[in-house]
């Protein structure tokens, strides 16, 4: 993937990026500069994302030491091979504190690099864990759209009573379904977030989601270092892209962008449980 950055965007004060991986190893020589951009471009918060045991500590670190990160531990699909060797481990560290959410969790029949009766004993487990300990869950979803959401229609009815009224339960990562779907979600009390990949040229079906859903439920995400945003497509993604995401958001919904930095980060600050900042509204 290459590293080479191109113009920093205007800065968006105030934004959020509600998915990231900066623990990647496409971030190992110059993390430091990435977070300082990131900073610089107007973010208050990176949602740092782990998937299986090892980054999830990685995420719970980052949190401890810099209040700016919001930590997410989970066991991804493509990792559920290993839930029984990590299972004891894992628990430990999400019932121990630190997390705003688990995930990112679900189901990938796209690449199957885990079985897909072990994707969905992971899915359930990490499911309960989410019940026991109160969080919400963020989800990974690829070729599994029906079954993903019949799993957690019953589980977000399940879960109705554990989470205080106007919270929601769950966040679509990476959303790649279409506005009938998602308006399903949203139903369920679940929120959208949009990836880069909406600003890609072709991509009807992920600008529609993105016009027609309500913006108090959507979050706005890179999904670093992938899924770069146009103008910087083919480069590693990072943070601050996340700006350029919002941008073209509000380019299609005819608003400002910064009604969409505070609309977002408002929900994100209520799907994560901490304080927005000041001038972020529902």
């Excluded at 045991?53 to 066991?75: K, N, P």
């Excluded at 688990?102 to 690449?111: A, K, P, R, S, V």
């Amino acid at each position: 993937m290459p590293s080479r950055r191109g113009e920093p965007p205007e800065p968006l004060p105030g934004i959020i990026d509600s998915h990231a991986h900066t623990w990647s190893r496409e971030f190992t020589d110059d993390r430091d500069a990435v977070l300082d951009r990131a900073w610089a471009t107007g973010l208050t918060r990176i949602v740092d994302v782990g998937v299986d045991l090892r980054t999830s500590l990685l995420c719970h670190e980052y949190a401890a030491s810099d209040q700016r990160f919001v930590a997410v531990g989970g066991i991804h699909p493509h990792e559920a091979k290993h839930l029984d060797r990590d299972r004891g481990a894992f628990q430990a560290l999400i019932e121990g504190g630190g997390f705003a959410a688990i995930g990112e969790i679900g189901l990938d029949f796209h690449y199957t690099l885990s079985p897909p009766e072990e994707q969905r004993a992971a899915f359930a487990w990490q499911l309960d864990l989410a019940l026991a300990t109160g969080l919400p869950v963020m989800i990974h979803a690829r070729e599994a759209d029906e079954e993903c959401f019949n799993t957690l229609q019953n589980w977000a009815h399940r879960a109705s009573s554990t989470f205080e009224a106007g919270r929601p339960v769950g966040m679509m990562h990476c959303f790649s379904g279409d506005i009938e779907l998602a308006r399903r979600y949203v139903d369920i009390g679940f929120v959208i977030s949009v990836p880069g990949t909406v600003t890609f040229k072709g991509n009807e079906r992920g600008q529609a989601v993105a016009k027609g859903i309500p913006l108090a439920s959507m979050l706005v995400e890179t999904d670093c270092p992938y899924l770069t945003p146009v103008p910087h497509r083919g480069l590693r993604n990072e943070p601050a892209y996340v700006v350029e995401t919002a941008r073209f958001v509000a380019a299609l919904r005819d608003v400002s962008p910064e009604a969409v930095a505070q609309t977002t980060s408002a929900t994100a600050a209520r799907f994560f449980g901490f304080e927005p900042a000041a001038g972020q509204h529902d």
